[in-house]
């Protein structure tokens, strides 16, 4: 982390002291000041000269974003920035909303078994800190087992700060019957049946309620308040489906049951765009997971590059995930969310256009998850939940360079471990001419290391 | 450790023939009884122990002292003590004298069954489980341990421990408190808080109650006596302060794991002293290695060192332990009273335990060397007043 030298047990640090009466007279008068800062002259961070792909209204080119109290307070090309801001120079870097992960496999809890995930969130869960590193501001996060069962909401990375960390709970209503969960799937239908008959008999009474009629009051079926709040549409219903025959068995439960639903995974789902745009359903796409075409059958299967971008054309709704949606450091790194943009840019290669795979990591996987008027774009009075990038966030060679979350700088890569065995070609490596390093064919290597040097 | 069962044998043995000792009536015995002038009537036996170096922990070391001991307790300590005539005397030489450690948790010789699912059994009594005839509290003895918190275990409130001494031949010799202290073993979910905030509102505002799991919350409540709660995690701590906002009297400490110096601040500012393993960490998917006790100190925090592992090894290799912490950054005069007063004091019983003073329970070690020191061995332990373990083996020269 930051502190990372502090932790070392090798350095032996001072243990603080009560500060003295010279200590004291200085904290007394920053607490004089305190009042000025609570009476909402609050200090505006100017991220200044950067490229903003803001998502939903364009790029502003060498423009300034302007910060205050966690959200965004302007955005634009030549703004007038106060003078006591604290001003943040990005010159020739590109700022971005910071990613959203439309899924994570990942619990940002310290218990389990919890009905609820506020009840057990850890904000010092070592994912938040890879979050950061990896821009990605607000991650979906589902109970245990994933869809199927447990508590879901929509967290931010603030490590450290339980207090802030939640954005949304509960998010969706995680439904596992896409599958060959024949009794969930039995199951869940009945109960969705029930709900939709209580339904009705409820608006039967309320409309002989408001003409005096007398009515019995419907008594409620138990266990089915998740399928009224699908059924009411205030939540989407998630479920997993791959293959075009698990898709079109999910797209048969929103014929009977109007809900908004969200297919996780959606491999082949290029194999029935056509049915999936003509429902009001979003896919969660992972544009680089292999999947063999099923050779028994004359149809298309199995997995296309091209994936996202016929979902596009058909107009389906779509964000885009890696095929291991969690942080880390080993493993398959390069397939997970430490590099979400390289999951977008999969989707570009199969010829999406940039600004819906921008969109599909942003603002789209926002709209899923609900939280779309807080995050997923830079505009005024969203939440200032902004990364800072070395280049254009498809180029295999950028790298986030700062996160701000809430306003507050969270995250610097030069600050960090996370990268810091990662050199570029051209940085200045102790111990090697950068010159010579960086191929300039008058300045030589030293002696030692020249072809043939006799030592 | 194991095939070297003569050595086993010939420690009990000698334990054995030390304890006869203190059970027969010597003549010197006698004459001391001649020497009291208690009013009680009972003999009191006075014991003068003479050494080089007398650590008391809270009062700094003594050169060339004595400690005089009437019957349990320390009577006088310093290096102007007159001895009585009818003392009798224990010449530790070039020794050290060090206080009697102290494990403010521990579940040696308890049975590790873990009750499922979190619970309130406040009413659960690890007094009422105690079985003294178990070897493991003479080795206990013989790592320097001379008071023991034991735990129940079991998630939620899993009831009230007892504070003890590892020696005696029945529960009534070996307990020091009965009920020594609530333990709780929390982790933030929602059901687990459930259980915690419906355990502390029976309790509420209530003097005394009939139900017994009541009855020990009132207690645990009103500060009579202490509540520990472990959590493993730093965010399972933040959970755990925030369901105990206003806990008036409570007093709560706390038994943590790694990372907790990411809440050190928090913890100074609400003064809850901490029960922390000597252990030194890796931080997770790193190579930094953390020296957990150390940084807690350093930010202000008291700690109470405990075993790496919670088994006899983990007591017989405490002080190695504590000795690593040391050689990596921690202070050695806080890793001495972390191994002492500071766990008495978790215990709520530094009135009688955790140091050399005045009036003090006559809980020392004799050793050869410094307590930390690797290479030292102990000599002698003494629990109130009792000899009850010599190291049978001489040292070689």
Sequence with gaps: ?455 | MRGNSRKMVLLAWVSFLSTLAWTCPLGRQASARADTSGTSGTPERVVAIKADRIDTVTNGVIQNGVILIRGTKISEIGTNVAIPGTAEIIDAGKQTVFPGLVSPVSDIGLSSAQRGGPASHARYRVADVLYPYQHEYQRVLQAGFTTLGLVPRGQGVAGQGAVIRPAGRSREEMLVAESGMIWIEFRADGRMKDVIRKALESAKNKETSDDPDVAAMIRALQGKIPTFVSCARPADTIHLLDLLKERDKMKLVLVLGIESHRIAERLVKEKIPVVIPASIEFELFTLTRINEPDLLARAGVQIACVPESADVEGLEDFRRQMAALVKCGLDGQTARKAMTIYPAEALGLDYRLGSLEKGKDANLLVLDGDVLDATTTIQKVMIEGKIVYENPWEKSQ
């Design chain 1, 1 to 455: 982390m930051r502190d990372g030298n502090r932790t070392r047990w090798t350095t032996r640090g001072t243990r603080p002291r009560f500060p003295g009466p010279a200590a004291t007279a200085v904290l007394t008068a920053l607490m004089l000041c305190v009042p000025s800062i609570l009476s909402g002259e609050a200090k505006v961070t100017a991220i200044k000269g950067g490229d903003i792909y803001t998502i939903t209204s364009g790029i502003v080119r060498n423009g300034t974003v302007l910060v205050k109290d966690g959200k965004i307070l302007r955005i634009g090309q030549g703004i007038d920035i106060p003078k006591d801001a604290n001003v943040v120079d990005v010159r020739g870097k590109v700022v971005m909303p910071g990613l959203v992960a439309a899924a994570t496999m990942f619990m940002p809890a310290a218990g389990s078994g919890s009905d609820k995930i506020a009840d057990s969130l850890d904000p010092f869960n070592y994912s938040l800190s890879m979050a950061l590193a990896s821009g990605v501001t607000s991650i979906f996060a589902a109970g245990r087992g994933g869809p199927g069962g447990g508590p879901t909401a929509v967290i931010k990375p603030t490590y450290g700060d339980l207090e802030h960390m939640l954005l949304k709970e509960p998010a969706a209503e995680n439904i596992n019957v896409a599958g060959y969960q024949w009794m969930e799937r039995t199951n869940f239908i009945l109960k969705m049946r029930q709900a939709k008959d209580y339904l009705r008999k409820l608006a039967e009474y309320e409309k002989a309620k408001a003409k005096n009629e007398k009515l019995e009051a419907p008594r409620k079926p138990p266990d089915i308040d998740a399928c009224l709040r699908l059924l009411r549409r205030e939540m989407p219903g998630r479920l997993r489906a791959a293959r075009a025959g698990e898709i079109l068995k999910a797209l048969e439960l929103v014929n009977e049951f109007p809900f908004r639903l969200v297919i996780e995974g959606g491999t082949e789902a290029w194999t029935v765009a056509d049915a999936i745009a003509a429902r009001d359903v979003a896919v969660i796409v992972t544009p680089r997971v292999k999947q063999r075409p099923d050779e028994d059958i004359s149809q298309p299967s199995g997995s296309n590059v091209e994936n996202a971008a016929i979902l596009k054309r058909a107009g389906v709704k779509f964000a885009i995930l890696p095929a291991t949606p969690y942080f880390s450091t080993g493993g398959f790194v390069g397939r997970d969310l430490m590099t979400l943009p390289m999951d977008a840019a999969a989707a570009v290669s199969g010829g999406l256009d940039e600004q819906t795979a921008l969109e599909a990591i942003t603002i789209t996987a926002a709209r899923i998850l609900g939280v779309d008027d807080r995050v997923g774009s830079l505009q005024e009075g969203k939440d200032a939940d902004i990364i800072v990038l070395g280049g254009h966030p498809f180029h295999y060679d950028t790298f986030v360079e700062m996160t701000f979350v809430d306003g507050k700088l969270m995250y610097e890569k030069n600050k960090s471990i996370y990268f810091s065995h990662i050199r570029r070609y051209d940085d200045k490596v102790p111990g090697l001419p950068s010159d010579a390093r960086r191929g300039d064919p008058d300045a030589l290597p030293p002696r030692e290391l020249q072809r043939g040097a006799n030592p």
